[in-house]
């Protein structure tokens, strides 16, 4: 089955950067958007950031400036570069991604998540 992956969380103090991975594995034909979300507790899941399989991407505005994603097709693989960091950044992020399988055409999927917390 499809599994993704995500590394890289961890604590970081304000204005600190932190870079997240996401490994896609499994019976996958190809990828097309993936995704970063960011969710805290008693609040909605929130899109972080975008990034289509031709590499156009989009931006939450609070982030815009700060994160950068990006994706090496190769390695099924979508990165989150977060600079400046923010205590408002403190989250649980998650991979997100639309994929076809073998035997599935676009299906959704999501990573188990990663704690990033930043705090001095």
């Known amino acids: 089955q499809v599994r993704l992956v995500e590394s890289g969380g961890g604590l970081v103090q304000p204005g600190g950067s932190l870079r997240l991975s996401c490994a896609a594995s499994g019976r996958i034909s190809s990828i097309n958007a993936m995704a970063w979300y960011r969710q805290t507790p008693g609040n909605q899941r929130e899109l972080v950031a975008i990034?289509?399989?031709?590499?156009?991407?989009n931006y939450a505005d609070s982030v815009k400036g700060r994160f950068t994603i990006s994706r090496d097709n190769a390695k099924n693989t979508v990165y989150l570069q977060m600079n400046s960091l923010k205590p408002e950044d403190t989250a649980v992020y998650y991979c997100n991604a639309d994929i076809n399988t073998y035997y599935n055409p676009n299906l959704n999927y999501w990573g188990q998540g990663t704690q990033v917390t930043v705090s001095s």
């Open positions: 990034i289509t399989s031709r590499g156009s991407t």
